[in-house]
């Protein structure tokens, strides 16, 4: 007989901001068919409206460390965290599109829908527990971001990014989901902290002489490839430049923050709660071990995130350095970003055993709370910078697009010198120099890194962050030592505009200098973490 | 192992291949060849063929297309509700009634702006 | 009973030759099939897996693959609509004519 869950088992207020958000959006599709086409600012401010809600019934789920909807959905810190990200992000994201949109004249009501279903396909992305909830807001992510990336229809280059976008995502969801499959035959689950337990095995170290393993493995490996797509790591980067510079400039500005935010929340569950203890070579140290001996090994998938870390560390950079339209070199600095944080990814690999008594061991991944940590308070701080370096390359940028080379900010700070102080505070942020909240995600991945004993990897990150100041400062330079050669007035230098670049400015501030702010939110994602597993 | 649990199928797909084969080469093979230029050109109700007979076919087509693979593929979902119908129960129709109202919102959409009008 | 080897030796097949497709196709709708090639492969593991683990205590493989399937025809349209557009701006589409920005 079918077990039938009532109403209250399925725990749905806990998963009530995704909900809420992802209901709203389906009336506002129909909301805004009835709403003029010369008052679409109505549909833009009733979007701001539901994220605000949304974010408001984010704060009692944000602590609440329950599961919903079977087990399939859980609201802890991290999810808590990832929400307040992602719509932080959002608003901005609407604040910088009201009046692009207007004067690129392509003013979608849509434009506003697809936005929030993309925000609640990361908000479940984030609060995802289970490997098809993993998938489903992988898509649900992603499908509105072909569309967006495209949106700009009479412009060749923005439909060639949507195209190109589109084709890649969908072999990269492909990849996913064959991973996932793999995982789900080796285990004979999707849940991801079933997944966990089943690896773990029952006396507490993992058999490696079985095909389970082989399955394990390459599907860790699929879905490593899959999720690197989303964030943009090197080696699967190559769509970034051209869709971030084909796509129209907010919605580059969004997919710079939100699909990675997405793309990093899904590989940490996936990593964090699934697979960190995914040991193939125990080494010959666990057969001499005594009792009560402590060593760490590395996990399967550890050494494959490391390269991948050190390569999109070492190209975003490098590339970035030669790029002459700011556009495009926030693209490769986008890409650099990821090689940050997939550090921080790769420094939960590192599994501590301990042998307890004979044929009884006990595996944990020691720094995976740190590691956590690191990688959302840095997404955090990307995300409020890059949106305002974003809105102030917008506001240079013209209504055909042109606008946004480098030149193009000489003697910004004799016109506008306040948007020019605050783009120089940006960049500073994206050097990672103290005060600013750049530097404090910067602090934590490389201390998370050096815990676990990366310290290769930590060196890598440290010279590439000083390369990238190269980059940065040449905004600066352009802006406060050089004189423009052409004075017109920027056009995109809007009221909107203005808000959304000082909300970023204030986040990257505040966060800089109170750091334990973002610390304290996610205090306690660690120890819901270890009582979700056990 | 156990192949021979598909001797039927194997057999089957043999004898139906090898009829179809003989049915379509029989009159290849007896009938009489007479050919000729008007005979051998496509047939257009007796007049000479102009242009080549694939022709692009208007953008309307496409968008019914899509349209129909979209509400087409998302009734899978009510397959295994229908199976299990009576065990879900109201639980069932509340969530299926969701999903309904989900697709309903997609009609709407659809129907305001007149992606349903052929002309 | 055919062994599960045999169902993840012909979903593997079927997932290199979409991924081969998806690299090699010039067409982009041929791309899009070749997509939905792989993915129906994941269709055939997840089904596979299914049966050969305890099929009554969990359906997760089925439910998955019901998943798989509404998505990809999500992704199709969306992928229609985009192909769509640019051949109406372009009159082609084959991908190595989509050459605005490098690749």
């Keep these: 007989m079918i077990d039938v869950p009532s109403f209250a088992e399925l725990n749905l207020e806990v998963a009530l901001p ?41 704060l009692p789920a944000f602590n609440a460390g329950e599961t919903a909807m079977n087990e399939m959905f859980i609201a802890d810190a991290f999810a808590g965290f990832v929400n307040m990200i992602v719509i932080t992000g ?32 990361i908000m479940f992305m984030g609060s995802a527990n289970d490997l098809i909830v993993v998938f489903i807001a992988l898509e649900l ?55 966990f337990r089943a690896i773990a095995g029952a006396d507490g170290i993992v058999a490696t002489e079985n095909s389970a393993m082989i399955y394990l493995v390459i599907g860790a490996a699929m879905v490593i490839v899959a999720l690197g797509f989303k964030v943009a790591a090197v080696p699967f980067h190559m769509w970034t430049p051209d869709v971030y510079e084909g796509a129209p400039t907010p919605v580059t500005a969004f997919m710079s923050v939100g699909a990675k935010a997405g793309g990093f929340a899904g590989l940490l569950r996936v990593m964090i709660i699934g697979l960190p203890l995914l040991v193939v070579n125990f080494g010959d140290a666990v057969e001499t071990m005594a009792i009560g001996e402590t060593i760490t090994v590395p996990s399967a998938w550890q050494t494959a995130l490391w390269l991948i870390a050190a390569a999109t560390m070492i190209f975003g950079n490098f590339i970035a350095i030669s790029q002459t339209n700011v556009k495009r070199m926030l693209a490769y600095s986008s890409i650099a970003h990821a090689g940050y944080i997939l550090m921080a990814v790769a420094a939960v690999g590192t599994v ?44 240079l940028e013209n209504n055909d697009g042109s606008g946004t080379m480098l030149d193009d900010f000489n003697g910004l700070s004799k016109r506008h010198p306040l948007t020019a102080a605050m783009m ?32 290769p990897l930590t060196i890598i990150g440290v010279l590439t962050s000083a390369v990238s100041a190269y980059y940065y400062v040449r905004i600066i330079v352009n802006m406060y030592l050089k004189d423009a050669a ?47 597993l056990f | 192992m156990a192949l021979e649990q ?8 043999l004898l139906s291949t090898g009829l179809v084969l003989i049915i379509l080469n029989i009159s290849a093979v007896f009938g009489p060849k007479n050919p000729t230029t008007r005979k051998t050109a496509p047939y257009e109700s007796g007049m000479k063929p102009i242009g080549p007979a694939v022709r692009r076919l208007p953008v309307k087509f496409y968008l019914i297309g899509v349209l129909f693979i979209l509400f087409d593929i998302e009734v899978i979902f009510f397959l295994p509700w229908a199976v299990v119908f009576r065990g879900l129960g109201f639980y069932g129709l509340i969530v299926m009634g969701l999903f309904v109202f989900i697709l309903t919102v997609g009609l709407i959409y ?5 992606a349903l009008e052929w002309e | 009973m055919v062994p599960l080897w045999m169902f993840l030796t012909v979903a593997a097949a079927l997932f290199v030759i979409g991924a081969y497709g998806v690299l090699a196709r010039r067409n982009a709708v041929a791309v899009l099939m070749s997509v939905e090639l792989m993915l129906n492969a994941v269709n055939i593991n997840l089904v596979a897996f299914w049966r050969f683990s305890d099929p009554v205590a969990s359906v997760s493989g089925q439910a998955f693959a019901a998943f798989i399937f509404v998505v990809a025809a999500a992704e199709a349209a969306v992928g229609l609509a985009i192909i769509i557009s640019v051949y109406r701006s372009r009159y082609s589409v084959v991908v190595d004519d989509v050459d605005m920005l490098k690749w």
């Design chain 2, 110 to 114: 659809e129907w305001k702006k007149g």
């Design chain 2, 6 to 13: 598909f001797a039927p199928v194997g057999m089957l797909l």
């Design chain 1, 18 to 58: 995704g909900i809420f958000l992802a209901l709203f959006t389906t009336v506002l599709l129909i909301v805004d068919l009835f709403i003029p086409k010369d008052r679409k600012i109505t549909t833009a401010h009733l979007t701001i409206g539901a994220l605000v809600v949304a974010f408001v019934l984010n």
């Design chain 1, 90 to 121: 959002a608003i901005i994201t609407v604040l910088l599109s009201v009046d692009y949109m207007k004067r690129s004249g392509i003013e979608h009501g849509e434009f506003y829908s697809l936005l929030l279903f993309s925000v609640s396909g």
């Design chain 1, 424 to 455: 120089a505070f940006f960049m500073l942020s994206l050097i990672g120099v103290p005060t600013t909240a750049g530097f404090i995600g910067k602090f934590l991945i490389f201390d998370a890194a050096i815990q676990a004993g990366l310290i």
């Design chain 1, 141 to 195: 992510l992603s499908i509105p971001l072909y569309v967006m990336a495209a949106l700009r229809h009479d412009d060749v280059k923005s439909e060639e990014s949507g195209i190109k976008y589109f084709i890649l995502g969908a072999f990269a969801s492909a990849f996913f989901v064959y991973g996932a499959a793999l995982i789900y035959g080796a285990t004979g689950t999707t849940n991801l902290p079933e997944i």
């Design chain 1, 352 to 395: 501590q055993i301990t042998k307890v008594a004979e044929n009884d061991y006990t595996m944990v991944a020691v720094y995976a709370e740190s590691a956590l940590n690191g990688a959302l308070v840095y997404l955090l701080a990307y995300t409020f910078t890059n949106l305002g370096a974003f809105a102030v390359v917008m506001s």
């Design chain 1, 486 to 532: 052409v004075t017109d007035e920027a056009v995109g230098l809007t009221p909107y505009v203005n808000y959304a670049t000082i909300v970023a400015f204030a986040g990257t501030l505040i966060f800089g200098l109170f750091p334990m702010l973002a610390l304290d939110l996610l205090a306690s994602s660690g120890a819901q973490i270890a009582t979700l």
